[in-house]
């Protein structure tokens, strides 16, 4: 059964530094997002992705984060410069259709990010 | 902006009770609801999506409702398994946004 991937499943960093947070999407799905969740915490809307650009984003997604999708199977969340506040769990997910035929979201396993 | 509650926020239930979870939100213009399982450290998974204009879902053991109009939504589980313990999310889309309540966590009791 198809499934969405994400890689690492765990990154430390030291406050301060770059990381790019990966997850490979359904094949067929033309929908991407982006969640995270910090510890003890609900489920947060970071950004959703349609045709190599950003749909939607919340007040979360500043400056500080960007979304890629450099090729036709990887989809990107980067942190520009981490704060120790970005330690959490990102969850990436994909839906075939889009937020107006309110279809299925499928989430990856995510990645915990650990900011010291 | 929209605002998502979960109730009981922890269950114990012994093997084979049925049993309600419940979902509340604020803003009743939504365009689809979705019950979630979450086990500890992992990601979600997706139990059933119930579109706007829909009153119920239905997959195996598991059944839920949408009254829209209260903003609410309830997740029936019927008979019971220890495997159905987790955490159980619900999410609702509002405009171009989803928001997530803080769950309800299952124990099911053998």
């Known amino acids: 059964e198809p499934e969405v991937t994400q890689t690492p499943s765990h990154q430390v960093t030291q406050m301060g530094q770059e990381v790019i947070l990966r997850c490979v999407p359904i094949?067929?799905?033309?929908?991407f997002y982006w969640y995270r969740q910090i510890l003890g915490q609900k489920v947060e809307f970071l950004v959703s992705f349609y045709n190599n650009e950003i749909s939607e984003k919340s007040e979360i997604f500043d400056d500080q984060f960007s979304v890629e999708r450099p090729d036709g199977s990887n989809f990107t969340l980067k942190i520009r410069s981490t704060k120790l506040e970005d330690s959490a769990m990102y969850f990436c997910?994909?839906?075939?259709?889009?937020?107006?035929?309110?279809?299925?979201?499928?989430f990856g396993p995510g990645t915990r990010l650990t900011v010291l | 902006k929209q605002e998502v509650t979960q109730i009981p926020a922890a269950l114990s239930v012994p093997e084979g009770e049925n049993l309600v979870l419940n979902c509340s939100f604020t803003d009743s213009a939504i365009y689809n609801l979705q019950w979630f399982r979450q086990d500890p450290g992992k990601g979600l998974t997706s139990l059933l999506l119930i579109q706007s204009s829909q009153r119920e879902q239905t997959s195996g053991r598991l059944n839920a409702s949408l009254d829209k109009s209260s903003g609410r939504s309830t997740l029936y589980i019927a008979a019971s398994q220890p495997g159905d313990s987790a955490t159980y999310l619900c999410a609702v889309r509002t405009g171009n946004q989803f928001y997530f309540g803080t769950g309800t966590s299952l124990t099911v009791i053998p």
């Open positions: 997910a994909s839906s075939e259709l889009g937020n107006v035929l309110g279809n299925e979201q499928f």
């Open positions: 094949s067929n799905h033309l929908y």
